[in-house]
């Protein structure tokens, strides 16, 4: 009789051991999954960061052309425009 306890004791120990053994097995699995997933979503960030700082870039050669331009003075209608001919009229 204690033969067949101690073989049962050791049976229930294996099995719970081997449920031990695939859970963590499982669990490695779903780890693995979430860090692949993970490197998907850094390498789609990564990427629309470079986007948006070659855009940002672009945008401030844009701006810093725009502010080294001369600006002409202000006549009488709300836009700036550069003076067509230099010269009197008088003197032509």
Do not use: H
């Amino acid at each position: 009789m204690e033969f067949r306890k101690t073989i049962t004791r050791y049976v229930t120990v294996a099995r719970k051991r081997l449920q031990l053994i695939e859970r963590l097995r499982e669990s490695d699995r779903r780890k693995d999954e979430a860090l692949e997933e993970l490197l998907v979503v850094n390498s789609e960030l990564d990427r629309r960061v470079l986007d948006r700082t070659r855009i940002a870039d672009k945008r401030a050669t844009q701006l810093r052309a725009l502010a080294s331009e001369p600006r002409w003075p202000r006549t009488g209608s709300s836009r700036i425009s550069p003076p067509i001919c230099t010269i009197p009229w008088r003197s032509i």
